[in-house]
């Protein structure tokens, strides 16, 4: 099993353009996280999905989208990309009947100019 | 909603010496406390954890406490070695299986273990 892959793993955008993160998981989990992290502030829920088809907002979800149209996958959308989304960003799934056990992907580390 | 701090922000002891981090969680309902360890450059990876029902939790030269009543959790790491060297971060969480719940974390620990 591959486990959680996340693509790309390196990504700089000018200011006011948008892209996609791509988080896939291969170990048929119901639950799929995004985070960003930056320096001294530890990981950051941006968007949280229970379940193919589902969404929700977490701590920090302004000028991010998400979507969850395969249960494998959990997309990350930047519409108009800001210098404050400069981050490393970590995908994490879970299975539906453990207790919160997240497993991370190996993070996108993106720049905005 | 849960608030989680981590000290100290940074810890460097010798090789073979003890290492020891603290959290402190606001939420008195968390109910599952993980600790991650995240190497240079990867994601972060589980590496104990521990829920509301017991007091510590041991894995080989890996060891986490909870004090329920004071709202703190502690990992200890004994005999360290260099390729313990990494950031740490605790977290708080409350949920039961069946249901997802949101991690809250720590702001992490950078490791350093020295020869």
């Known amino acids: 099993n591959a486990g959680v892959t996340q693509t790309p793993k390196f990504r700089v955008l000018k200011t006011g353009q948008s892209m996609t993160l791509l988080c896939a998981q291969d170990?048929?989990?119901?639950?799929m996280y995004w985070y960003r992290q930056d320096p001294g502030m530890g990981l950051r829920l941006i968007h949280y999905?229970?379940?193919?088809?589902?969404?929700a907002k977490g701590e920090v979800p302004d000028g991010y989208n998400v979507s969850r149209l395969k249960k494998q996958n959990f997309l990350l959308g930047l519409e108009s990309a800001a210098p404050s989304q400069t981050s490393v960003y970590f995908c994490?799934?879970?299975?539906?009947?453990?207790?919160?056990?997240?497993?991370f992907g190996p993070g996108t580390r993106l720049t905005v100019l | 909603g849960e608030n989680v701090e981590q000290h100290p922000s940074t810890l460097s002891v010798q090789e073979g010496d003890s290492a020891v981090i603290k959290c402190t969680y606001s939420?008195?309902?968390?109910?599952?406390f993980p600790w991650y360890k995240q190497e240079l450059g990867k994601g972060p990876q589980l590496i104990i954890d521990?829920?509301?029902?017991?007091g510590e939790k041991k894995d080989q030269r890996i060891a986490v406490t909870l004090n329920k009543t004071a709202k703190h959790f502690s990992l200890h790491i004994t005999e360290t070695q260099p390729e313990d060297s990494a950031v740490y971060f605790c977290?708080?969480?409350?949920?039961?299986?069946?249901?997802?719940?949101?991690?809250?974390f720590g702001t992490g620990t950078r490791l350093q273990v020295t020869l």
């Open positions: 994490a799934s879970v299975a539906r009947f453990s207790y919160n056990e997240q497993f």
């Open positions: 170990m048929n989990h119901e639950y």
């Open positions: 999905s229970v379940g193919e088809g589902t969404t």
């Open positions: 939420d008195s309902a968390s109910n599952y």
């Open positions: 521990i829920r509301s029902n017991v």
């Open positions: 977290a708080a969480s409350n949920g039961n299986t069946g249901t997802a719940s949101k991690l809250t």
